[in-house]
């Protein structure tokens, strides 16, 4: 079994989930070899072949230009599975790999079960053992799922690449994240607020529990997608990762997008109406109730015992 | 300008889900069905476009059962021209790369502009079927986009990558775009507008006419995650919930003794 490990490069570096593609290939027990698109400057700590391209030249995003070198690595390398982060680089590179090789392609893989990949399906609720029909594979990794119990270490043997692919989009560089105001990454007590709020008014609930705790509010990305909180409360994988003493999540599914920022929570309380709601799973304490009636009360009883 | 949309019917996320008798799906029966969140800002954009350019026809197409229609004249109702359903009782049972075919069997012939889906679907969540048909279609694609412009034959989109970071990226029509949530804010259908497209034409075609490949995989099992425990639960009234919070925070954590 061998597997061709895909890392990634973000503005200059190697992203850490680079590892979590060793460690998946390490718990399948199989031999792998790395592909980057990356520098010289910043290679990974791993034990092994790294195809090397240069990110100067080819960019950090370019499906098309990416999508023909590994190609021709794979060619080259004839793996059994070839391995992507379940993250914007790799959701958007793997279906082309898959294609071109006519292999099944099973995303946001979460174990692997008797070699068979295993993936959530409704928002977390429900999992499914995905029986694939070809020789090869494609699979994308769900991020935080598969880590390294040692320290990465190792310096590859690097092997230089390059292509002379026409390009048909154009890559044009980065915006930054909206920064300022809150920082909920230094909060003792977040208090989030998701879609289960109903309203905008409710925010106000949520604000004042937070408040009442002495810590701040969150909020989940439909709330902030709909501009009822701003950016810079949004918690999660395109949010903030927060790692308060005390996280309250008040109407909110527990999607995995949400979980990633706030699984490092100390202590989680979520206050919700469907008993199966994913964010159950991971909350220390799981209020059954509606929001609106217990989050007034609760908040109430707080004010008046301090 | 030709645009296409492909939009997907999903159940509300909040349903009891079961699993269906052979253990390989949830079960169908019993479930508030609506239109893919993601697909809401696609069909959004589309709209949006025909608005900027005027001369335009928006064709919006779900592959599914009888029921589907409904998403479809949502569709409609929110500015669609006409959809087409491509019946199929087992849509659920194709994977990805089937579904990507049809819809590329269909595309193919009618040369759309652009091509607009959602990054992927609540439901099964593979995010693979909008990068799948423009590959079929040897066309560009640029997936998770929350911005979206055009001008001029060109597009310029932002993707969104993790930590809030976006990057921009151009391409030229015809492409292939998969949309995020708050790329726009979907309209509500208003009333009149939900009358006229009871009018439009919405065609229905036998997946059987464009389905020519086998399925790459399928689903072994479906089930239930193993509920790990560990955590108290707690219901009843209201107030003895909150005295009962009070407690357990006050003793676990101490948040009352600042
Ligand atoms: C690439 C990508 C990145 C993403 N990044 C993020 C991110 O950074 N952060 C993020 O949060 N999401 C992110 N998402 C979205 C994520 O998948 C979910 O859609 C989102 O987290 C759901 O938010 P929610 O839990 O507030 O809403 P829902 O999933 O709609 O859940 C609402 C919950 O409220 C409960 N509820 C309803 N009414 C009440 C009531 N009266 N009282 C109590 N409970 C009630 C319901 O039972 C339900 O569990 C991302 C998605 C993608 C695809």
Same mark, same amino acid.
């Given at each position: 079994?061998?597997?061709?490990?895909?890392?990634?490069?973000?503005?200059?570096?190697?992203?850490?989930?680079?590892?979590?593609?060793?460690?998946?290939?390490? %718990?399948?027990?199989?031999?792998?070899?790395?592909?980057?698109?990356?520098?010289?400057?910043?290679?990974?700590?791993?034990?092994?072949?790294?195809?090397?391209?240069?990110?100067?030249?080819?960019?950090?995003?370019?499906?098309?230009?990416?999508? %023909?070198?590994?190609?021709?690595?794979?060619?080259?390398?004839? @793996?059994?599975?070839?391995?992507?982060?379940?993250?914007?680089?790799?959701?958007?590179?793997? @279906?082309?790999?898959?294609?071109?090789?006519?292999?099944?392609?099973?995303?946001?893989?979460?174990?692997?079960?008797?070699?068979? *990949?295993?993936?959530?399906?409704?928002?977390?609720?429900?999992?499914?053992?995905?029986?694939?029909?070809?020789?090869?594979?494609?699979?994308?990794? %769900?991020?935080?799922?598969?880590?390294?119990?040692?320290?990465?270490?190792?310096?590859?043997?690097?092997?230089?690449?390059?292509?002379?692919?026409?390009?048909?989009?154009?890559?044009?560089?980065?915006?930054?994240?909206?920064?300022?105001?809150?920082?909920?990454?230094?909060?003792?007590?977040?208090?989030?607020?998701?879609?289960?709020?109903?309203?905008?008014?409710?925010?106000?609930?949520?604000? +004042?529990?937070?408040?009442?705790?002495?810590?701040?509010?969150?909020?989940?990305? @439909?709330?902030?997608?709909?501009?009822?909180?701003?950016?810079?409360?949004?918690?999660?994988?395109?949010?903030?990762?927060?790692? *308060?003493?005390?996280?309250?999540?008040?109407?909110?599914?527990?999607?995995? +997008?949400?979980?990633?920022?706030?699984?490092?929570?100390?202590?989680?309380?979520?206050?919700?109406?469907?008993?199966?709601? @994913?964010?159950?799973?991971?909350?220390?304490?799981?209020?059954?109730?509606?929001?609106? %009636?217990?989050? *007034?009360?609760?908040?109430?009883?707080?004010?008046?015992?301090? | 300008?030709?645009?296409?949309?492909?939009?997907?019917?999903?159940?509300?996320?909040?349903?009891? !889900?079961?699993?269906?008798?052979?253990?390989?799906?949830?079960?169908?029966?019993?479930?508030?069905?609506?239109?893919?969140?993601?697909?809401?800002? #696609?069909?959004?954009?589309?709209?949006?476009? &025909?608005?900027?350019?005027?001369?335009?026809?928006?064709?919006?197409?779900?592959?599914?059962?009888?029921?589907?229609?409904?998403?479809?004249? /949502?569709?409609?109702?929110?500015? #669609? =021209?006409?959809?087409?359903?491509?019946?199929?009782?087992?849509?659920?049972?194709?994977?990805? !790369?089937?579904?990507?075919?049809?819809?590329?069997?269909?595309?193919?012939? /009618?040369?759309?502009?652009?091509?607009?889906?959602?990054?992927?679907?609540?439901?099964?969540?593979?995010?693979?079927?909008?990068?799948?048909?423009?590959?079929?279609?040897?066309?560009?694609?640029?997936?998770?986009?929350?911005?979206?412009?055009?001008?001029?034959?060109?597009?310029?989109?932002?993707?969104?990558?993790?930590?809030?970071? &976006?990057?921009?990226?151009?391409? /030229?029509?015809?492409?292939?775009?998969?949309?995020?949530?708050? $790329?726009?804010?979907?309209?509500?259908?208003?009333?009149?507008?939900?009358?006229?497209?009871?009018?439009?034409?919405?065609?229905?075609?036998?997946?059987?006419? $464009?389905? &020519?490949?086998?399925?790459?995989?399928?689903?072994?099992?479906?089930?239930?995650?193993?509920?790990?425990?560990?955590?108290?639960?707690?219901?009843?009234?209201?107030?003895?919930?909150? =005295?009962?919070?009070?407690?357990?925070?006050?003793?676990?954590?101490?948040?009352?003794?600042?």
């Amino acid at each position: 079994m061998k597997a061709l490990l895909v890392a990634e490069y973000r503005d200059g570096k190697l992203l850490n989930s680079t590892y979590e593609l060793v460690a998946f290939a390490e %718990q399948l027990g199989a031999d792998s070899v790395m592909f980057l698109v990356g520098s010289e400057n910043m290679l990974p700590q791993y034990d092994g072949t790294l195809y090397l391209a240069d990110s100067s030249k080819y960019s950090e995003f370019n499906p098309v230009v990416h999508k %023909q070198m590994l190609l021709d690595v794979i060619t080259k390398e004839q @793996p059994d599975m070839v391995v992507f982060s379940h993250s914007s680089y790799g959701w958007d590179l793997a @279906p082309r790999i898959s294609l071109a090789l006519n292999a099944a392609h099973v995303s946001e893989v979460v174990d692997i079960i008797n070699g068979v *990949p295993v993936v959530p399906v409704c928002n977390g609720k429900l999992r499914r053992e995905v029986k694939v029909k070809t020789t090869q594979m494609v699979v994308t990794l %769900q991020s935080g799922v598969f880590s390294l119990d040692v320290e990465p270490s190792g310096s590859p043997t690097v092997v230089p690449i390059d292509t002379e692919v026409a390009v048909q989009l154009v890559f044009c560089g980065y915006e930054e994240a909206e920064t300022g105001g809150v920082d909920l990454s230094k909060a003792e007590v977040i208090v989030s607020a998701g879609r289960g709020i109903g309203k905008p008014e409710n925010i106000e609930m949520i604000a +004042q529990l937070a408040k009442a705790l002495g810590g701040e509010f969150g909020a989940s990305r @439909p709330v902030v997608d709909a501009e009822w909180a701003e950016h810079n409360r949004q918690v999660g994988t395109t949010g903030q990762t927060v790692s *308060p003493k005390l996280y309250v999540a008040c109407g909110i599914s527990g999607a995995i +997008q949400h979980l990633a920022g706030m699984k490092k929570s100390e202590f989680v309380v979520a206050i919700n109406t469907d008993k199966d709601a @994913p964010i159950g799973e991971i909350a220390d304490v799981f209020v059954i109730a509606d929001l609106k %009636q217990f989050v *007034p009360v609760l908040t109430e009883k707080l004010v008046n015992i301090s | 300008m030709q645009i296409l949309v492909c939009i997907k019917q999903v159940p509300d996320m909040e349903s009891k !889900f079961k699993v269906n008798a052979d253990g390989t799906w949830y079960e169908g029966t019993d479930l508030a069905w609506r239109m893919n969140e993601y697909d809401e800002y #696609a069909v959004e954009q589309a709209v949006q476009l &025909k608005e900027q350019v005027g001369a335009a026809d928006v064709t919006v197409l779900s592959i599914g059962p009888e029921r589907v229609k409904e998403a479809l004249k /949502k569709a409609l109702a929110m500015g #669609a =021209d006409r959809a087409v359903q491509l019946i199929d009782d087992f849509a659920y049972q194709k994977d990805p !790369f089937q579904i990507a075919s049809v819809i590329a069997a269909f595309a193919r012939e /009618k040369k759309f502009d652009l091509i607009f889906t959602g990054m992927q679907s609540q439901d099964r969540g593979s995010g693979q079927v909008g990068v799948l048909i423009a590959e079929m279609l040897s066309i560009p694609s640029i997936t998770t986009i929350v911005d979206f412009s055009f001008s001029e034959g060109q597009i310029v989109a932002k993707r969104e990558l993790e930590g809030g970071i &976006k990057s921009i990226v151009k391409t /030229k029509v015809p492409a292939l775009v998969t949309c995020q949530l708050g $790329l726009n804010t979907p309209r509500y259908p208003t009333l009149p507008n939900i009358m006229k497209a009871k009018r439009k034409e919405l065609l229905s075609i036998s997946i059987s006419e $464009l389905l &020519k490949v086998e399925g790459k995989q399928e689903t072994a099992k479906m089930y239930f995650p193993e509920k790990k425990g560990g955590g108290l639960v707690l219901e009843g009234d209201v107030g003895d919930l909150a =005295d009962q919070l009070i407690k357990i925070l006050d003793e676990k954590i101490g948040v009352l003794a600042r």
